[in-house]
């Protein structure tokens, strides 16, 4: 076709049309649904870190690289690449740095902090893998994308409705119930996915077969996204009976695909024939799935219309989404231009994803991470897929972090006859110190000193008193530093 507009592969897939109808449910279940297919094979990195005496210690991998990057990270670790072990493609770096000179290999940014103390050493690593770019402004495309398509969806079907009345009621509906209701759906379901992703950056849907209670993070999960339900019986998508089903549907955390067959059929299935029915009495648009022929048809005409029709080029001249050197393109006659996918999800196609892991050798459990934690290994892991920045699933890419702390064994046990600040109480004895001006400080130490000689914390209690109260000079204790100094045999 002569200055064909080129659409995102598959886009048929985002409609489904019966007797000039929108099926706003299906098309958003397609549009997720094919959102979450795969493609050809992508960049893997993944980076194990760990605390070093001069540093910092990180290794570096990657499957995918060419003579100027290797060059760079050569210099960057002033080493040459090793191999990748077992045989894999690709290479790998090792290296120390300082704490504030961590590499940046492929545009990500990192930071590692340690704070020593008196009985330990705390830790900190954030890292955020992914292009920076302004995150406000590739949400914000994204957001205007998907109201380019929602609009001219509208006035696809409002073109199929012979009925002027009923081409009134249509538009009318479309443009104060659905646009709207679309953009905030999307909104919210991007904003608890954020909110997810920050808790725990790899949470996923189980499978089918893998039974058992729901974990914490499911909880969670389940949590986040749950006010989107209320939101579609707020609006009217669905009725309280029917949004009390889906929750209960899954709430022991697993479901069969009997249940998946009758919610289905039972649920789904007659919302989107209701709706369909608001507007073509006695119209049936058919089951939901990819079987619906009607569906393939549609979207086919739709695309059709996108790439042929006066109304399609009005509306895109009117949407931000598209840039002014195409909007001139369109005006001369030239349709050759590439619309962004719908909010920014590119159907069938789009760059692939990165494949980012990061493993710490921490030794310690951190008492706050969006990381998992393996007790057997010691290690705290993170991995997660890493979108373009006009492709994101996500308002913006995932940011890894833990906070550990490592006890200092010999200085607590020559005190406390055993290790009694582990986790939390330790970085929070360790943050304690910091707050102490010069004169305390040198106190504390003087403390610390005669008890590790007596073996005994009796020497610490008087400057622990001494720095109780609500005064702003103040500097009260923490709690588990005041029990173990206090809390003993003769206290």
């Known amino acids: 076709m002569p200055n064909q507009l080129r659409v995102p592969e598959g886009l048929f897939s985002l409609v489904s049309y019966r007797d000039g109808v ?6 958003v279940a397609m549009v997720v649904g094919a959102g979450l297919l795969g493609g050809c094979a992508n960049r893997l990195v993944k980076v194990e870190m760990q605390a070093g005496t001069e540093g910092p210690e990180r290794v570096f991998e990657t499957n995918r690289t060419d003579r100027d990057e290797i060059t760079r990270l050569s210099d960057t670790y002033e080493a040459p690449p090793l191999d990748r072990i ?33 009985f330990g050493t705390s830790f900190l690593y954030v890292e955020q893998f992914g292009a920076a770019r302004d995150d406000w402004g590739a949400f914000r495309d994204r957001m205007n994308a998907g109201e380019l398509w929602i609009r001219m969806a509208i006035r696809f079907f409002e073109s199929r409705i012979e009925d002027e009345q009923a081409r009134a009621e249509w538009r009318q509906v479309a443009n104060d119930e659905l646009l709207p209701d679309a953009m905030s759906a999307f909104l919210r379901f991007n904003a608890g996915g954020y909110v997810q992703q920050g808790q725990r950056v790899d949470t996923r849907f189980r499978p089918p077969e893998e039974r058992g209670p729901r974990s914490d993070d499911e909880w969670f999960q389940l ?4 006010p989107l339900v209320a939101f579609a019986v707020e ?13 209960l549907s899954g709430i022991d955390g697993w479901v069969s695909a009997g249940e998946r067959a009758w919610t289905r059929k039972e649920l789904a299935d007659p919302i989107v024939k209701r709706t369909v029915q608001r507007f073509v009495p006695g119209a049936d648009p058919g089951e939901i799935g990819p079987s619906n022929q009607k569906l393939i048809l549609t979207g086919l005409s739709f695309l059709w219309w996108v790439n042929t029709s006066k109304e399609a080029v009005e509306v895109m001249l009117e949407s931000p989404a598209i840039t002014d050197a195409d909007k001139s393109k369109l005006r001369s006659g030239n349709r050759s231009i590439d619309l962004p ?3 920014g999800i590119p159907i069938g196609g789009g760059e692939p994803p990165l494949e980012s892991e990061v493993v710490l050798r921490t030794g310690a459990e951190p008492f706050l991470t969006n990381g998992n934690w393996d007790e057997s290994m010691g290690t705290v892991s993170f991995g997660t897929r890493i979108y373009p920045a006009d492709q994101r699933r996500r308002m913006t890419p995932p940011v890894f972090h833990a906070s550990w702390a490592v006890p200092d064994d010999s200085m607590q046990t020559s005190i406390f006859g055993e290790v009694v600040f582990v986790g939390q109480d330790l970085g929070e004895c360790i943050f304690w110190e910091r707050t102490l001006d010069d004169e305390s400080t040198e106190e504390w130490l003087a403390a610390i000193e005669a008890a590790r000689l007596t073996g005994s914390p009796e020497a610490m209690r008087e400057i622990l008193d001494r720095l109780e109260g609500g005064a702003a000079t103040s500097r009260p204790a923490p709690t588990a530093l005041r029990n173990a100094v206090f809390t003993v045999p003769g206290a």
């Open 86 to 118: 077992d045989g894999k493609n690709g290479v790998r770096f090792e290296g120390v740095f300082a704490e504030h000179e961590l590499p940046s290999e492929i545009g990500n940014r990192n930071g590692w902090s340690s704070l020593p103390g008196t």
């Open 223 to 226: 949590q986040v996204f749950a």
């Open 341 to 343: 996918g719908p909010f």
């Open 22 to 27: 929108l099926s706003t449910g299906l098309a």
């Open 235 to 247: 609006r009217s998508w669905v009725e309280p009976w029917e949004a009390q089903l889906v929750l």
